[in-house]
């Protein structure tokens, strides 16, 4: 395909043989399954899904990309293209009317969107079965980290509120046209049937969680100033001395339960 890779679109292309061998069998994609992917690019993960599913809806903004897709894909399988931005996509309308938790969802994502794209999912969790996503190593990193750990912060709390996180392998900068200046790391998100906690009120919830991060240095006392008083922090058991890298997803959750 002769295209200039675009920065503005997070283009780069997947070549690596192996790698999208090893991609391809941690999906397992078969041909009864409700299959989407955003960002197909030149078709290194199409047009393997396509072959294995028969049956394919992908995601691509830069239209540029679409005619010549849809054309090496024309005697492959059915392709369903979407010229769209995948954070205006209704993800749960593309899903078989009737089902839940069907949609299998897979991409070489953006890097500079990734974690946008990642919460407008999210929201739409209850129709997805499965994720599988190459990310940028660092941000695999942060949605699987640990409380206390460099890496946590809010996406790991608002990630593993909703899924379960497992990373699967590393992928060097040379797998990829042009070569990012980043390592990748290719990830499975699992949406739980019910989230990880329980929380009255989820958009106090995200916000409490935002602000707990937004300066990481504060003490959570400062940090949701006007959203928690002493006493809310006593009733939810949690030190307003502590700073929101060291507290548990249920802590985050017992906090925001507290009234406002
Ligand atoms: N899947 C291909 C591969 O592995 O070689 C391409 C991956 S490339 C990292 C990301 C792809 O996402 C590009 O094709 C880019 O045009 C597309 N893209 C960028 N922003 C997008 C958006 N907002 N919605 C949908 N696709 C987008």
Known sequence: MNHQPRKRFGQNFLHDPQVIQRILSCIAPRPDQSLIEIGPGQGAITLPLLQAAGRLTVVELDRDL????????????????????????DFCALAPSGSTAALRIIGNLPYN?????????????????????????????????APGTEAYGRLSVMIQY???????FHIGPGAFRPAPRVDSAFVRLLPLEQ???TVRD???????VQRAFAQRRKTLRNALK???????????GVDPGARGETLSLAQFAALSNQPA
Do not use: W, Y
């Open 195 to 197: 989230p990880a906690v």
């Open 202 to 208: 989820e958009a106090r919830f995200a916000e409490v």
């Open 226 to 236: 006007g959203l928690l008083d002493d006493t809310g922090f006593a009733a939810a």
């Open 113 to 145: 969107i990734s974690t946008p794209i990642l919460f407008h999912l999210l929201k739409q969790a209850p129709c997805i079965r499965d994720m599988h996503f190459m990310l940028q190593k660092e941000v695999v990193e942060r949605m699987a980290a």
């Open 162 to 168: 909703r899924c379960q996180v497992e990373p699967l």
């Open 66 to 89: 679409v005619g010549p897709l849809a054309e090496r894909c024309r005697n492959v399988g059915e392709l369903h293209i979407l010229n769209q931005d995948a954070l205006k996509v």
